[in-house]
């Protein structure tokens, strides 16, 4: 390949993808960024004044969602690896012929509407429902016990949505691995648990890597898990946002908690992406 | 921080092999992102006049007259107005037209429709999946309806039209139906055309006194209903193991995580001032901070299980909830179907009559057929139908002895499911003189007044 | 798979046996909402919330087809699903390619304008997308849902294929190329069936997330229904049955095509390797 075409080919990689976020991503943002600014009512207009104060008080206003938000994210990203990985595992290294199948066994379940798979939920954990119902019957629970409606009904929702977006990106990078390096483990090292410390999970972590960013990203600004099996107190900022903008059609706000919300989330990631890639990344 | 991330996030892309490499170390990342930004602006420049230097702004919401948005409206215009010339081409003056100023430009239909309503609420014929009564309309006035059931949720959908409403442009829909208060935003903001009752003859003739003239659109300038129901509160008799007649039963200790309440300010605010003594139409802030006050302290300790749009119903149908605020016609079709053991009733303090009703966006390309379709469900004959079908209130006198003929007819040809469920909806096709005495009207809120509201009803549904 | 034993062999058997056992729990798991949503697919609600159970019919399997207002949206979903999934699959597979394979300037930006459009709240994402096409005086529709569904999709399947080519070797492009294949041949015979296992699960997750995204779709969508749109605005009113048969019968339909490719693979690789069996003979 000529040398002059080799330099440019990342960007004539990147040039369609790219272009088409900044068209459809960036500039809408943009405007957002100016909504988050203006001052004003749906009757009267509104107008740009550059209210940047509106960003200190989105933020002690809604701290406490904030940081309930960070909360379940981060319970539910911990919770999808240490479900999924032993998952993602078995398929990468036992699935045998049957990877496919089982990969998409996993991913099947989601193709249905959320409305429905959450529709099922709620009645399969319904307070006096057939599991609950029977348990209380029985005398193992206590009659006023419940499931929804309670945080843990909010992060058991968040993490059984939220569990392929663990598996694939673990799937891929665990398939990927060279079996020679994991039979050498075994010659060098004295148990397979030190194998899998040493060889196997190391060289995994892009999945890792990968997958925690895809479950914490989306899950910290999820609001329909929150509204379908929460309560009052489980209210998370994408709720807020959600009330912010289409109830109370309060733009500004709404478009500011926004953008403290996304910084939240990118300066997050920089420091997952620092602690991860210095430590167990650099050594694949 | 940043430069560490946009330098670990290079690391961490080609890990150890190719360290040897020379790493560019980024010292001009702020300059490449505010460069991105910057063309970004343009970017949205060119797209019409510069909506942030005009101070235009164009959130979805925030544009009442943005010179941006109607000049690039002007693409869309030119299209609506050649639709008009296919139907308008004989401006023959149709009987009695009073003069409506550039609401309805001739009272000569366009031929076309199109109706935005919520899914389900029109008879539907299960096994063509058509729509009888309408698709009959179609035939008598060789008006081409395209009937969408594209409303989701009142918010929602105003959130959808409300750039184009505020632009001015076409919404691309000539008949939509939302709830009372939102019609009352939309006219209140100009969203909506005035209604030409010359072309509603069977409106004025056979609408209910009831759902004439209401609070939330005087004289029925801009609309007319097409469903309605009552807020009010369903319990479930073996759960609360006594009856229920108060508001503030559902703030009873007894049966606190089990009681439900709505996420929908208007219903659960309004409910909890008349519980206080005050009819929402005179509610003052101090009365809504007061009805604030009386939710707040058992929200915080956890008296309510949730705040709930239409879901309450599984809720209260499974048994999680003891006791709710509810809607009558889901009750009807609950004892019926999905719990026997639900009661409704309209609290002593007193309960809410929602409409939901039909009207024509400003800019509509053909309100007359607009007008036509909405008259037409106001014949009895056509308005039974869509009652037997949908189960709530109707608006149109007579209904619930057409439906009531309908079930006994049923029962004659031995058809006696289907007559029970036309009993029941005849019963409820109309609030009976009890529940009449004692339901009330919605206020209507100022934007400022909205806005306070809303901020009050959101400490109590925040935690 | 013969894995080389060599420890005790009761207690390697039983640790052998508990993944599988753990991961068929897990895809039960999965699976019980699934369950439920096949079991009242044959429900028979008398009124219009199917939530109780009322009596067993395979009517509603009869009566979807007849049901536009059900099987319309269903129809745009999987337009719209399959579209925007291979068009942000290529397109985030391309960039997952410059961020990992080579060096450029810019990366920073690049980094931040993949994670940030995941990192946007829906109501944010979807109303300034709306805002961008009334300034722009652009009808909504089927097409603005697909170029939008693509857009926020791009970043999942960069993530996803990234996992897949960070610390890829190298050396085996390297020895493509010394025995002289050019570029293109090396990318297509080497590079590509490497990573084609990341791109194949990002196109499955942009997918899972296309065909279930309601809150930014319904900002874009103008007259165009899709499933999700629909079934919330009938959850007013009470989902009817035939949403579950729809539900039912794509599960069957992905499962089925899959399994029947699985077996055709595999029968071409079993002539092959008799095939190759017999040439060896």
Known sequence: ?284 | MRDGHWHVMGRQTGPGRSSAEPRPRWPGVAAVVSLVIVVAACGIAGQGASPASTGSPDGPGPQTSSPAATVASSPTAPSGESAAPTGDTDPSPSAGATDTPSTAPAATPAGQLSFANWPLYIDIDEETGGYPTLEKFEQESGIDVTYAEDINANEEFFGRLQPDLAAGNPTGYDLIVMTDWMIERMARLGYLQELDHSLLPNFEANAEDLFRDAWYDPENRYSIPWQAGIVGIAYNPTLTGRPITTFDDLLDPEFAGRVGMFSEMRDTMSMALLSLGVEPVNATIEDVERARDKLLGPAQEGQFRAFYGNDYYDALAAGDLAITIAWSGDISQMKLYDNADVEFIVPESGGLLWVDSAAIPKAAEHPVDAHMVLDYFYDVDNAAPLTEYVGYFSPVRGVPDRVREDAQAARDEGDDEWADQLEIIADTAFPDEEQLENVFEYKRLSEEEERTWNELFGEVVTD | MKAPLRRKPLGSRLAHAVLPVYTALAVLYLFIPIVVMVAFSFNDPRGRQNITWQGFTAQNYLDVWSRPDVTGPMITSLIVAVVATLGATVLGTLIGLALTRYQFRGRGPTNLLIYVPMATPEVILGASLLTLWVTAGVQRGLLTIIITHVMFNISYVVVTVRARIAGFDRALEEAAMDLGADGWTTFRKVTFPLILPGIVAAGLLAFVLSIDDYVITSFVSGQTRTFPLWVFGASRFGVPPEVNVLGTLIFVVAFATIAAQIVWARRRQGTELARSRRVAS
């Open chain 1, 1 to 284: 390949m000529p040398r002059r075409l080799r330099r440019s080919t990342p960007y004539l990689f990147l040039l369609p993808g790219g272009l088409w976020l900044v068209a459809f991503f960036v500039v809408p943002m943009v405007v957002m960024a100016s909504v988050s600014l203006q001052e004003g009512s749906l009757g009267s207009g509104y107008s740009l004044t550059w209210n940047f104060p509106i960003y200190g008080e989105v933020l002690s206003d809604w701290a406490p969602q904030i940081v309930r938000s960070l909360w379940y994210a981060l319970t539910v990203t911990v919770l999808t690896l240490l479900i999924g990985y032993p998952i993602a595992y078995t398929i990468a290294f036992r699935g045998g012929r049957a990877k496919t199948i089982l990969l998409l066994l996993v991913i099947l379940p989601f193709f249905t509407a959320f409305i429905i798979r959450t529709l099922s939920w709620k009645l399969i954990l319904a307070d006096n429902g057939f599991l609950l119902g029977s348990l209380k019957e029985i005398g193992l629970l206590d009659p006023a016990f419940r499931v929804l409606a309670t945080p843990a009904a909010v992060i058991s929702g968040l993490t059984y949505n939220f569990l392929p977006f663990m598996v694939l990106p673990l799937y891929v990078a665990l398939e990927r691995i060279d079996r020679h390096l994991l039979e050498a483990g075994e010659d060098l090292y004295a148990s397979r648990l030190q194998t899998f410390l040493r060889v196997t999970l190391p060289l995994s972590m892009p999945g890792v890597f990968a997958g925690s960013l895809l479950v914490f990203i989306p899950a910290i600004g999820d609001f329909i898990n929150a509204a379908i099996l929460g309560s009052r107190d489980t209210t998370m900022i994408g709720n807020v946002i959600q009330r912010l903008f289409i109830q109370n059609n309060a733009y500004p706000e709404a478009a500011a908690l926004g953008f403290v919300l996304m910084a939240a989330v990118l300066a997050l990631v920089a420091i997952y992406a620092r602690w991860v890639g210095s430590d167990a990344l650099t050594r694949g």
